[in-house]
């Protein structure tokens, strides 16, 4: 009996996203309807039928629950959800994972380096010179730790940076590296400079970032 | 005949705003409340409680909410908003003023039959 009274009733409404809780409510009410009635000396049958009787025609309570919820109103929020769901996902997987899948290669890329520079690159350089230079270009500090060299006259300046807060005013971002005593030439690779010079000897190396040098001696004759 | 229609429906929403307004309740308790205070003359149809509660609700003067029962059953509550409780002062004193047009009409009329 109460479930046809609820069918009734749902057959009048249009709008398929207010049935579930609608029918809900009215079960909830009809069974603490009965509830009060079978306590009031009802028997279970009885009480059904005083209580669904007590709510009134279903038909007309659907047309008239069918009028407050009209369909195009809860259509056009459930679209606006959707839209508002789909820019979400966009944002995700446009924005969000590319970053943060970048974000993973720079620490993958850096970790492989690591690996790339002690196992294939330092290798190549077998007599190491620890150091203790610094040098700016505009805002940051570039400390030299160390120089790797071999018997075929190749260098290998290690450098890290250090980055300061505040920036110079000097719209400078490159450097100069200059030899004196031997000849030599550069090229960067990775965190270095691969320094080619035309013999190892004790050398000075000048860091010049156009409005500065630094000068330092770097001793290599002991190692020979 | 919608005239009447719309003060019945005037003051069934203010009624159901009002208790409301005392606490939040759900559809049979404010079916029940209503019997107890009209000394059961207000036997409404309960069906028609809902249209009025939706309304109110899609109109931004109620808003529901769900809590649990000790039976584990569902229960949808409704609770006045902001808006409900302007919209239920406003609607006092139109019905004040109703109210006491029709008693100084009515007593009018006595005056009136009493006086022939």
């Known amino acids: ?224 | 005949m919608s005239d009447n229609r719309e003060w019945l429906r005037t003051g069934a929403q203010l009624m159901v705003l009002s208790l409301i307004d005392e606490k939040d309740r759900y559809g049979y308790e404010i079916i029940q409340e209503l019997e107890r205070r009209s000394d059961e003359v207000f036997q409404m149809k309960e069906g028609t409680l809902y249209p009025i509660l939706h309304r109110l609700e899609n109109e931004g003067h109620l808003k529901s909410y769900k809590q649990k029962t000790v039976e584990n059953r569902e229960r949808k509550y409704y609770r006045i908003t902001k808006k409900g409780k302007k919209q239920l002062q406003e609607e006092k004193e139109k019905w004040s003023v109703f109210s006491n047009s029709v008693i100084k009409v009515v007593n009018g009329m006595e005056l009136t039959l009493n006086g022939r």
Not at chain 1, 76 to 89: D, R
Not at chain 1, 193 to 200: F, G, N, R
Request: aromatic share 12%.
């Open chain 1, 1 to 224: 009996m109460v479930d046809k009274f609820i069918q009734t009733v749902l057959s009048h409404i249009a709008n398929p996203f207010v049935l579930g809780t609608i029918s809900r409510e009215l079960s909830n009410h009809l069974e603490d309807s009965i509830k009060t009635y079978v306590e009031r000396g009802y028997n279970q049958n009885d009480a059904e039928d005083k209580a669904i009787e007590a709510m009134g025609d279903p038909a007309e309570l659907g047309e008239s629950l069918n009028y407050t919820h009209p369909l195009y109103i809860d259509l056009f929020s459930v679209l606006s959800k959707i839209t508002a769901a789909v820019a979400v996902w966009v944002v995700i997987f446009m924005i969000v994972i590319p970053n943060v899948s970048k974000i993973n290669d720079k620490y993958q890329g850096k970790k492989d380096l690591n690996e790339v520079l002690s196992q294939e690159i330092y290798p190549k350089y077998p007599y190491s010179k620890k150091l203790e230079l610094e040098f700016d270009v505009t805002n940051t500090t570039y400390k030299v730790k160390e120089f790797r060299f071999n018997e075929e006259n190749e260098g290998l300046l290690i450098l890290s940076e250090m980055t300061r807060m505040i920036p110079s005013p000097f719209n400078q971002y490159s450097f100069n590296m200059e030899c004196e005593n031997i000849n030599c030439q550069y090229q960067s690779i990775y965190n270095g400079l691969i320094v080619y010079m035309d013999e190892v000897d004790d050398f000075v190396l000048i860091f010049d970032n156009g409005f500065s040098k630094w000068r330092f001696n770097i001793e290599l004759k002991d190692f020979l």
